[in-house]
């Protein structure tokens, strides 16, 4: 059984973990070049109906400080599967001053639904947590595989 949290920070913002490691199960992370370009993501969503719990802007440096503060408490077994190798890659781009898209995507339409709404603005990254993967996902389907198993 894995361990899991479901626990909230100073803002109230749901923190998901797995063995110490940010690991938002049925979410997809988009690291986005451009600030604009996230918060336009974001509000397209909510129009559509997406509410402002399941569609959240983080900005970098907030990110920054969240996955370097959890790379630096992550267990054992995060940095043994590839929990914390993707918490790395959000340090990086956030270092990289990107601006970060939570969106709750548990279903493949969902998830189409917001790699449709990001069209073709350069990202950085685009992370979707299924249960026991993290899949890579981009605009451009022949570039979606699956990074990791846990």
């Avoid at 336009?40 to 569609?55: F, P």
């Avoid at 802007?57 to 929990?83: C, Y």
Wanted: negative net charge.
């Amino acid at each position: 059984m894995t361990k899991r949290s479901q626990d909230t920070d100073e803002q109230g913002h749901s923190l998901y973990t797995d063995f110490g490691a940010f690991y938002p199960t049925g979410h997809i992370v988009v690291a986005f070049e451009r600030d604009d370009d996230g918060r336009q993501v974001c509000q397209e969503l909510r129009t559509a109906g997406y509410d402002q719990g399941h569609c959240e802007i983080h900005p970098a440096e907030e990110v920054a400080k969240a996955a370097q503060g959890n790379l630096d408490n992550t267990g054992f077994m995060a940095r043994w599967g590839k929990s914390a190798a993707a918490v790395k890659k959000h340090l990086q781009a956030a270092q990289n001053g990107a601006t970060f898209l939570l969106v709750y995507a548990p279903k493949d339409e969902d998830a189409e639904r917001v790699m449709s709404a990001i069209g073709d603005k350069p990202i950085l990254l685009a992370h979707r947590y299924h249960r026991l993967v993290i899949e890579d996902v981009r605009e451009d389907e022949a570039n979606t595989h699956m990074t990791s198993p846990r």
